[in-house]
């Protein structure tokens, strides 16, 4: 009963618009007035406990540094790097937003920040070749879910501290999935250019062009090696890797591309304090939630109901994959995984299920959330940058949308995806 009466609390108020912080609290709060099973002081000490983590400090350091790299120029030389190799292929830009996306996200770790850094640059470029704009929009909403697959990456960071998994190993599992999906999408896109005409640029880049492209972006180039060296050579934690990239990123934006102002810092700092505000305002309920669930045996409850459907634990998955992709299409990412986290790897730990892939299946599964409406920040992105309707942009992205998830399955059936570089290392 008090779990039915949470749920119903929750969606109620979720129905009607209060936050989802807010909605977790009054959901908690009724249970705690109206049964005997839970206290407001355990409910105020999971609140606290929630947000008192070291590596936690990483998420908004990764949401500060994307953002810096976004206004200092490092993004247009990461899509100029791409353009020259690929740009001259059919639906060659089309390759230059998935691959742009994939090394933005390889600094940034944020979704809606590989959208808005590289869908403001590609989009317009793509319109100009004769793309269509919502297919243009569409792919740039989906490559930048990239942003949350390859480390460093933020809902790694989040899934870590929910679980207490090496963050580091959770990183390593995200190569593999990122590089996989990537080239689905671009393998999908150029069907898709080559059966709707298409093209990419005329012009063919020397060796000569493409050398000085590199040498341009070279400072861009090697933030990822600075960031994940640190972590794998054991010089730095997640967290401690992540400042480090705010100070880089200042370095290079203010004396190596010169691009940046200190009027542009205050402005991101003050964005970045006003969306990391909303995200732990999310994520302390969310983790009080998690105790309050393990307390009343959810995840115990849950392993029972899933081995009673199957022992198969491809089947389990796959259920798991359902519950996540409707989780997805309702809740944000951070809460959908500070929420569930916990549930399933107590539940399916147990039973055999490594968590450092069940961790990596979880934010793959999560990622085609950022363009599944409702709640699709990558698309509400989108379309404010371009003013493409979101029915518009959904349409046009549905191809890639399937094959994510495609991608998803074949990762759940593949374990070894996942684990083969964490076992390696």
Same mark, same amino acid.
């Not at 350091?61 to 353009?83: D, P, Y």
């Given at each position: 009963?008090?779990?039915?009466?949470?749920?119903?609390?929750?969606?109620?108020?979720?129905?009607?618009?209060?936050?989802?912080?807010?909605?977790? *609290?009054?959901?908690?709060?009724?249970?705690?007035?109206?049964?005997?099973?839970?206290?407001?002081?355990?409910?105020?000490?999971?609140?606290?406990?929630?947000?008192?983590?070291?590596?936690?400090?990483?998420?908004?350091?990764?949401?500060?540094? +994307?953002?810096?790299?976004?206004?200092?120029? $490092?993004?247009?030389?990461?899509?100029?790097?791409?353009?020259?190799?690929?740009?001259?292929?059919?639906?060659?830009? *089309?390759?230059?937003?998935?691959?742009?996306?994939?090394?933005?996200?390889?600094?940034? +770790?944020?979704?809606?920040?590989?959208?808005?850094?590289?869908?403001?640059?590609?989009?317009?470029?793509?319109?100009?070749?004769?793309?269509?704009?919502?297919?243009?929009?569409?792919?740039?909403?989906?490559?930048?879910?990239?942003?949350?697959? $390859?480390?460093?990456?933020?809902?790694?960071?989040?899934?870590?501290?929910?679980?207490?998994?090496? $963050?580091?190993?959770?990183?390593?599992?995200?190569?593999?999935? +990122?590089?996989?999906?990537?080239?689905?999408?671009?393998?999908?896109?150029?069907?898709? *250019?080559?059966?709707?005409?298409?093209?990419?640029?005329?012009?063919?880049?020397?060796?000569?062009?493409?050398?000085?492209?590199?040498?341009?972006?070279?400072?861009?180039?090697?933030?990822?090696?600075?960031?994940?060296?640190?972590?794998? +050579?054991?010089?730095?934690?997640?967290?401690?890797?992540?400042?480090?990239?705010?100070?880089?990123?200042?370095?290079?934006?203010?004396?190596?591309?010169?691009?940046?102002?200190?009027?542009?810092?205050?402005?991101?700092?003050?964005?970045?304090?006003?969306?990391?505000?909303?995200?732990?305002?999310?994520?302390?309920?969310?983790?009080?939630?998690?105790?309050?669930?393990?307390?009343?045996?959810?995840?115990?409850?849950?392993?029972?109901?899933?081995?009673?459907?199957?022992?198969?634990?491809?089947?389990?998955?796959?259920?798991?994959?359902?519950?996540?992709?409707?989780?997805?299409?309702?809740?944000?990412?951070?809460?959908?995984?500070?929420?569930?986290?916990?549930?399933?790897?107590?539940?399916?730990?147990?039973l055999g299920v490594d968590p450092v892939y069940l961790g990596c299946v979880m934010i793959c599964a999560l990622a085609v959330g950022f363009i599944t409406p409702p709640v699709a920040q990558n698309l509400f992105?989108?379309?404010?940058?371009?003013?493409?309707?979101?029915?518009?942009?959904?349409?046009?992205?549905?191809?890639?949308?399937?094959?994510?998830?495609? *991608?998803?399955?074949?990762?759940?059936?593949?374990?070894?995806?996942?684990?083969?570089?964490?076992?390696?290392?």
């Amino acid at each position: 009963m008090e779990i039915a009466t949470l749920f119903a609390v929750m969606a109620i108020l979720l129905v009607i618009g209060v936050p989802i912080g807010m909605s977790i *609290c009054a959901g908690l709060i009724s249970v705690a007035v109206l049964y005997q099973t839970t206290t407001l002081s355990f409910i105020g000490q999971q609140l606290y406990t929630g947000l008192d983590s070291f590596p936690l400090m990483a998420v908004p350091c990764f949401m500060l540094a +994307g953002s810096l790299m976004e206004k200092g120029g $490092i993004s247009k030389r990461l899509v100029r790097v791409a353009e020259v190799f690929l740009g001259h292929q059919v639906g060659g830009y *089309c390759a230059v937003t998935v691959v742009a996306c994939l090394f933005f996200g390889a600094i940034s +770790g944020s979704a809606p920040a590989t959208v808005a850094a590289i869908g403001g640059i590609m989009i317009p470029y793509m319109v100009d070749a004769g793309y269509d704009k919502p297919f243009a929009t569409g792919l740039s909403a989906v490559a930048g879910s990239l942003g949350i697959i $390859i480390p460093p990456s933020i809902p790694f960071v989040v899934y870590g501290v929910s679980t207490n998994t090496s $963050i580091a190993d959770l990183f390593l599992s995200g190569f593999v999935p +990122g590089i996989l999906i990537g080239g689905v999408l671009i393998f999908v896109a150029k069907r898709i *250019c080559k059966k709707k005409g298409y093209k990419g640029s005329d012009k063919r880049f020397t060796t000569q062009e493409k050398l000085a492209a590199i040498k341009d972006a070279v400072w861009a180039l090697i933030m990822p090696v600075i960031i994940l060296g640190g972590i794998y +050579g054991g010089i730095c934690t997640p967290t401690e890797a992540a400042t480090v990239a705010i100070y880089y990123s200042i370095f290079v934006g203010f004396f190596i591309y010169k691009e940046m102002h200190i009027k542009d810092v205050v402005d991101i700092l003050n964005d970045t304090a006003s969306f990391v505000g909303a995200v732990m305002l999310a994520f302390a309920p969310a983790a009080a939630m998690g105790g309050v669930l393990s307390m009343l045996g959810v995840p115990a409850l849950v392993r029972t109901m899933l081995t009673t459907v199957s022992n198969d634990l491809n089947v389990i998955m796959l259920i798991v994959l359902v519950v996540l992709l409707i989780a997805g299409m309702i809740l944000d990412t951070m809460s959908s995984i500070v929420i569930l986290a916990p549930i399933f790897y107590s539940a399916l730990v147990p039973l055999g299920v490594d968590p450092v892939y069940l961790g990596c299946v979880m934010i793959c599964a999560l990622a085609v959330g950022f363009i599944t409406p409702p709640v699709a920040q990558n698309l509400f992105v989108a379309s404010s940058m371009t003013g493409v309707p979101m029915h518009k942009i959904v349409s046009s992205a549905m191809p890639f949308i399937l094959s994510m998830i495609g *991608c998803v399955l074949l990762i759940i059936f593949v374990p070894q995806l996942t684990t083969f570089l964490p076992n390696i290392l």
